[in-house]
T-cell receptor, first 113, second 110 residues
Framework: EAGVAQSPRYKIIEKRQSVAFWCNPI?????LYWYQQILGQGPKLLIQ????????DSQLPKDRFSAERLKGVDSTLKIQPAKLEDSAVYLC???????????FGSGTRLTVV | SQQGEEDPQALSIQEGENATMNCSYK?????LQWYRQNSGRGLVHLIL?????REKHSGRLRVTLDTSKKSSSLLITASRAADTASYFC??????????FGSGTRLQVQP
């Protein structure tokens, strides 16, 4: 089966600019996650979707981050405006079984200068 | 907050040796999972152990779980240079998405 697709792979922007990331999960996977991974740390959950509904966005900085999952398939994560501390790898993951392992995409490496 | 914490933070061994990584967590779990991350790539699921299991094997991987001590270990036997990566434990409490630890960076010298 095809993996989780993410784009772009890399993005460099200036602070206060906006940026968007895209994720296409594995076909049929109802649950989709966005994680932020700062260099040298483990991934930290930003938001979890079940189909097109938000299950958990308690750690999403809602003043600048937003995410949507239209039609319960693809998802986009947006940052507006970006700050220097948003420099990180943004990982998308999906799973069909809430109690199973996650399949991760290769991530988008964001550098804010 | 970090639910799982790995130990050591970094580990360097020779090819053919065994590598052991430990993970401690704070709250009760449904299962614990281990993932590998090669530099610049996404995470790859390695193995899942449920809370009622004590040991699990997959190829050269052996995972143990001690729920009384809230700890787990990952053993990689007969390591290879290709095993060089960061390894993360992740806990599933059944109430929210996986929570990852800070990882162990493993370097296997050829």
């Amino acid at each position: 089966e095809a993996g989780v697709a993410q784009s772009p792979r890399y993005k460099i922007i200036e602070k206060r600019q906006s940026v968007a990331f895209w994720c296409n999960p594995i076909s049929g996977h109802a649950t989709l996650y966005w994680y932020q991974q700062i260099l040298g740390q483990g991934p930290k959950l930003l938001i979890q979707f079940q189909n097109n509904g938000v299950v958990d966005d308690s750690q999403l900085p809602k003043d600048r981050f937003s995410a949507e999952r239209l039609k319960g398939v693809d998802s986009t994560l947006k940052i507006q405006p970006a700050k220097l501390e948003d420099s990180a790898v943004y990982l998308c993951a999906s799973t069909s079984d809430r109690a199973g392992g996650y399949t991760f995409g290769s991530g988008t490496r964001l550098t804010v200068v | 907050s970090q639910q799982g914490e790995e130990d050591p933070q970094a580990l360097s061994i020779q090819e053919g040796e065994n590598a052991t990584m430990n993970c401690s967590y704070k709250t009760s779990i449904n299962n614990l999972q281990w993932y590998r991350q090669n530099s610049g790539r996404g995470l790859v699921h390695l193995i899942l152990i449920r809370s009622n299991e004590r040991e699990k094997h997959s190829g050269r991987l052996r995972v143990t779980l001690d729920t009384s001590k809230k700890s787990s270990s990952l053993l990689i036997t007969a390591s290879r240079a290709a095993d060089t990566a960061s390894y993360f434990c992740a806990t599933d409490t059944g109430r929210r998405a996986l929570t990852f630890g800070s990882g162990t960076r493993l370097q296997v010298q050829p």
